[in-house]
């Protein structure tokens, strides 16, 4: 038996596509074979809203899935729209992994040192809000490209494969903020100059988690529920599964879904079970940095309903408070 695993062709994915194939067939004792798909996301230029948002990365590896040409496709979580895909489960969250966002900077400067007018780079409309309010003197500008394109438009940083300057390309940034989790991932943590604490920088919905799909046929039972595969490639999926990070996603993805947010939409989340207690915060931006609306609520409801309904909650405390006038939450 060989499982077909679809996954797209950058170097993060691949990483993290491998990872997961080497648990995957550890514990379910199959073979395993990589299926490269191109995205969307992968061919075309521009901003990520322009292009459709993160769903660009995802809608060719569910193609694939229901067109039979693998078996199972990994995902960063954060990049999965909040809508059901029909035909399609999300069979696994493996455990989740740091889920800061962090300062790549020239000459390990953190944040608070970078000079009035430093330039930071990032393709997060999320990460530029957050910025804009912590520093309202940087200049953030809008970036698109893999991990290691990014990190080179810095210099000095270490990886990198140049040190010549060339506007728009290489060395000509102070900073980019990017994801822990994906530099871990590929080994260039020691590329970080500061890990940005969730109150100065709440993470994306999902940041730091992969998302395992199948077709519904072939994922395991969810809990109550008698539908589902039982044979070996389910039961493996289900060995990956981590309750306490589908619980926190399941609440960061109810409150995004709640929200009705785009993917342009300057939204930050992050929940986390601690003890007998599932705890969310959130936060909506202007996308100038200027005005938010942050809250958090918890819940002893320690299922997917309680961590659903807790999304909602709190999803309906930052509307209240103002969070539609804040910020163009459709935005796409």
């Known amino acids: ?24 067939a550890a514990v379910g004792g199959f073979s395993v074979e990589l299926v490269h798909v191109r995205t969307d996301g992968d061919v075309l230029t521009g901003s990520l809203s322009q292009m459709g948002g993160t769903g660009v990365f995802v809608a060719a590896l569910r193609d694939a899935l229901l067109r039979n040409e693998c078996d199972v496709a990994v995902h960063s979580l954060k990049d999965l729209p909040t809508g059901a895909a029909v035909g399609l489960s999300l069979a696994a969250t493996p455990r989740r992994v740091d889920v800061r966002d962090v300062l790549c900077a020239r000459d390990g400067l953190k944040l608070a040192d970078l000079p009035a007018g430093a330039t930071v780079g990032t393709g997060s409309p999320r990460r530029a809000a957050q910025l804009r309010a912590a520093r309202p003197d940087l200049q953030i500008l809008d970036i698109r490209g893999n991990v290691d394109t990014r990190l080179g438009r810095v210099p000095g940083l270490p990886g990198n494969t140049t040190d010549q300057m060339v506007p728009g390309k290489s060395c000509d940034l102070d900073a980019v903020v ?22 100065i920088m709440l993470p994306a919905a999902g940041q730091g988690s992969l998302a395992i799909e199948c077709r519904t046929a072939d994922a395991p039972p969810r809990p109550g529920s008698s539908d589902g595969s039982r044979k070996v490639l389910a039961q493996a999926l289900a060995a ?4 306490d990070t589908r619980l926190a996603v399941t609440a960061e993805r109810a409150l995004l879904a709640r929200l009705e947010a785009g993917c342009a939409a300057p939204v930050g989340a992050y929940a986390y079970r601690k003890g007998s207690m599932l705890h969310l915060e959130a936060v909506v931006c202007a996308v100038d940095g200027t005005a938010s609306v942050r809250d958090n609520r918890a819940t002893d409801g320690l299922t997917e309903v309680g961590a659903t309904l807790l999304g909602i909650e709190l999803a309906e405390i930052l509307l209240a408070a103002g969070a539609a006038d804040i910020a163009d939450l459709q935005a796409s």
């Open 1 to 24: 038996m060989t499982v077909r695993i679809g996954t797209r062709a950058s170097k993060l994915a691949l990483t993290q596509t491998q990872q997961t194939a080497d648990q995957l």
């Open 178 to 199: 990017l994801a822990a989790a994906g530099l871990e991932r590929i080994n260039r943590l020691d590329a970080v100059s500061e890990f940005l604490e969730t109150d």
């Open 240 to 243: 990956l599964d981590d309750r």
